[in-house]
């Protein structure tokens, strides 16, 4: 759709808590420098939005998972600032890296032989630690294919660390033996959450990813993350319910009296899910306007009596304190960001 086409979502990014964040995150790393995983499309808000932010901030490692991330985020950084999680497949995405001088991040011997055979060069390396997911497991980290490598980061990942978990310090362990077998010019485990648990994780690279947009994965971060994403969602049509009258999909609402009812270009397409109507609300001004029946796919409906000067095409804030939704729905803060969709606009 042209930009020129007014939309009826929009979503105001706070830069200067984006930019903020990252600093913050940045001095809780200590003597480690702090990067930023943008995977997701900037975590559901934007590579081409948050990348240069975070680059004026002063982040120079970003982070992506797909191959198909690369470009919009490579338009904003330099030479040698970006790493790709997956890992090459095919011989297509070592050309590819190689061409964009991209680094990807080797998580297997197989990964590691294919970039080797394809001209190799600076990459980083995954270390499986005990997450299971990707990573070179422990009894590989001998072979004479990882050897070979140029390893700019050796890497791990935390499966716990958003929890008091004894898991933490086994990984951090591991990754300390494992790291005097391989090679490299620094290392880095701490996500956000393990940013929180100090300095011995640090090491001398953070990938912080949740904290930057808005999250807080540990209550030590509460005070420090501030929120980034505000939401909006227009309303489309105004109506008097009468009692009995009944809302939404299987009649799950029903007017015990009358009702002014709105109509709210809003729905689980753009991340709002039926999860969030139990309690869910949305507002105006310092109105709060309660869901009526369950949520659509495009649109849901609130109680907006609270709010009688409402007007067609007002715009209602869309609560987004992620730890606090989290709370209210059950989602997680990364599904809350992830899912936003692509249908707003973008406002700062």
């Known amino acids: 759709m042209s930009e020129t086409c007014p939309r009826t979502l929009r979503l105001r990014l706070d830069e200067a808590a984006l930019a903020g964040n990252w600093r913050t995150l940045d001095a809780l790393s200590g003597a480690a420098v702090a990067g930023a995983a943008v995977k997701a499309d ?37 030479p040698g600032e970006l790493a790709v999680l997956h890992g090459p497949h095919v011989p297509e995405h070592v050309a590819f890296a190689r061409s964009r001088g991209v680094r990807p991040v080797i998580n297997s011997v197989r990964q590691a032989r294919l970039w080797l055979e394809g001209g190799g060069g600076a990459c ?94 540990r209550p030590e ?5 501030r929120q980034v994403a505000f939401p909006q969602a227009a309303v489309i049509q105004l109506r008097d319910l009468h009692r009995g009258d009944r809302v939404g999909y299987n009649a799950a609402w029903t007017a015990e009296q009358p009702t002014r009812a709105a109509t709210v270009s809003l729905g689980y397409a753009d991340g709002f899910l039926r999860s969030r109507a139990a309690q869910g609300a949305l507002q105006f001004r310092d109105a709060e306007l309660p869901l ?47 899912t936003l969709g692509n249908r707003f606009s973008a406002i700062n």
């Open 42 to 78: 900037g975590y559901g808000l934007g590579a081409q939005r948050v990348v240069p932010v975070l680059r004026a901030a002063g982040c120079r490692n970003f982070f992506v998972a797909h191959w198909s991330e690369v470009e919009p985020v490579l338009t904003h950084t330099g």
């Open 124 to 217: 980083d390396l995954m270390l499986d630690t005990g997450i299971n997911r990707l990573g070179l497991p422990p009894s590989e980290i001998g072979d004479e294919t990882i050897a070979r490598l140029e390893v700019e980061t050796l890497m791990s990942h935390l499966a716990s660390a958003d929890e008091d978990s004894a898991q933490n310090e086994a990984q951090r362990t591991l990754f300390c033996e494992l790291a005097g077998h391989v090679a490299h010019k620094r290392r880095s485990i701490a996500n956000s959450a393990g940013i929180a648990l100090g300095a011995a994780y640090a090491f001398d690279l953070t990938r912080p990813g949740l904290a930057l947009y808005g999250g807080v994965p």
């Open 221 to 225: 971060l509460a005070d420090a993350i």
């Open 292 to 338: 009526l029946g369950k949520i659509s796919m495009d649109m849901v409906v609130v109680d907006c009596s609270a709010a009688p000067e409402l007007a067609e095409g007002d715009w209602l804030d869309v609560p987004f304190d992620l730890p606090e939704v989290a709370r209210q729905t059950g989602m997680s803060q990364y599904e809350l960001l992830t």
